[in-house]
């Protein structure tokens, strides 16, 4: 999947700009973006303010760490019982 250009803090402050009366089709014009992508930030980041955002990311990531984890551990399971399973 590819790396977005905007981190936490300006998808934020995009959202406020957009809330506090800016046009939403002169903001997603100047920043390269689609509106589609607009409410799709709104939807994930909605009210959140930047420290809340951050402990978002850092959750979502040791969440992936650990669904990492337990599947190379039920692959290493799984090739134990086969092998345990077979006469030598």
Request: proline share 2%; with cysteine.
């Given at each position: 999947?590819?790396?977005?250009?905007?981190?936490?803090?300006?998808?934020?402050?995009?959202l406020?700009?957009?809330?506090?009366?800016?046009?939403?089709?002169?903001?997603c014009?100047?920043?390269?973006?689609?509106?589609?992508?607009?409410?799709?930030?709104?939807?994930?980041?909605?009210?959140?303010?930047?420290?809340?955002?951050?402990?978002?990311?850092?959750?979502?990531?040791?969440?992936?760490?650990?669904?990492?984890?337990?599947?190379?551990?039920?692959?290493?399971?799984?090739?134990?019982?086969?092998?345990?399973?077979?006469?030598?």
């Amino acid at each position: 999947m590819r790396k977005s250009r905007f981190t936490d803090v300006p998808i934020i402050g995009v959202l406020r700009e957009a809330d506090s009366g800016a046009k939403l089709k002169t903001v997603c014009r100047r920043l390269g973006i689609t509106e589609t992508t607009y409410y799709r930030w709104k939807s994930k980041f909605g009210d959140m303010q930047v420290p809340e955002a951050r402990r978002h990311r850092a959750l979502e990531e040791e969440n992936r760490r650990i669904k990492r984890l337990v599947a190379e551990q039920a692959l290493n399971i799984q090739v134990l019982k086969d092998v345990a399973g077979k006469d030598w």
